[in-house]
């Protein structure tokens, strides 16, 4: 029997021992023109209007703006969720607006890692098992998700709350096992929409030097927040307005 299989596994872990990959001298993101409409009853809502946005590897990005403005389908459009209705989005040089359906999820997995603002664990699986789904839907073997999920909660910091439940953990610590979830198969890119939105205020300031960590770390974020020291915290902030970019400029700059 060919070692074949075996030997390909073993690579594939190799490139998932660590984190992330480490910066590309190429945009991770590349958006062109992108314009994003809706049609509500007789009426076309232009959510986006000719955005144009790169993000290379290795950046840590805060979108900031008033609600209504367009982060929300920025941020679904970044994560190959929603399409655009005109221009061009692309991941990792794949223009994801000319894949089909199950390309496109396909490609999500592996390559775009979200954290939301109410965390969706499964609350009948451990920590452990939540952060193992991505993989198992990729086909990972079971021992080779396991010990990646365990990396992983270490990394986070819950080694020890591994086997808990969601119920059995708080709101900060729930919110570490979707970052862990989000890291599990190493993506390009890690999208976060509103991270510190349920937490207090101390809670959300250690999510936010977690962020910064993975940031440091080489992964590449792109965070959608209302929370204004998320948005100092990051190195690079995009405003929005009316379904456009009206500033994209240094943290420092853009909060001085």
Do not use: W
């Not at 979108?63 to 969720?81: E, H, R, Y």
């Not at 119920?167 to 970052?179: K, P, W």
């Not at 989000?182 to 207090?200: H, I, K, Q, R, Y």
């Amino acid at each position: 029997m060919s070692d074949a299989p075996v030997r390909a596994e073993r690579t594939l872990n190799a490139e998932r021992s660590t984190l992330n990959a480490p910066p590309a001298a190429s945009p991770v993101l590349d958006l062109t023109g992108v314009c994003r409409t809706y049609r509500m009853g007789d009426a076309d809502v232009h959510a986006l209007r000719d955005v144009s946005l790169a993000v290379r590897g290795g950046e840590y990005v805060a979108v900031v703006g008033p609600s209504g403005c367009g982060k929300s389908t920025l941020l679904n459009l970044l994560g190959a969720v929603d399409r655009a209705t005109r221009g061009v989005v692309r991941i990792n040089g794949a223009d994801v607006g000319a894949m089909r359906d199950r390309e496109a999820t396909a490609f999500r997995l592996r390559n775009v890692g979200f954290v939301f603002q109410r965390f969706y664990l499964m609350p009948t699986l451990s920590a452990r098992e939540n952060v193992e789904l991505p993989m198992a839907e990729a086909g990972m073997r079971k021992a080779a998700r396991r010990a990646r999920a365990v990396e992983l909660l270490s990394y986070v910091g819950l080694a020890a709350r591994a086997d808990h439940r969601p119920a059995q953990l708080s709101g900060g610590e729930q919110q570490r096992v979707a970052i862990a979830r989000a890291l599990a198969n190493a993506p390009a890119l890690l999208l976060a929409d509103e991270p510190t939105g349920e937490l207090d205020a101390r809670t959300g300031a250690e999510i936010i030097a977690l962020f910064e960590r993975l940031n440091r770390d080489g992964t590449t974020i792109v965070v959608v927040t209302h929370d204004e020291k998320l948005a100092q915290a990051a190195r690079r902030v995009v405003r929005m307005a009316d379904g456009g970019i009206v500033g994209d400029g240094a943290s420092a700059e853009v909060h001085a």
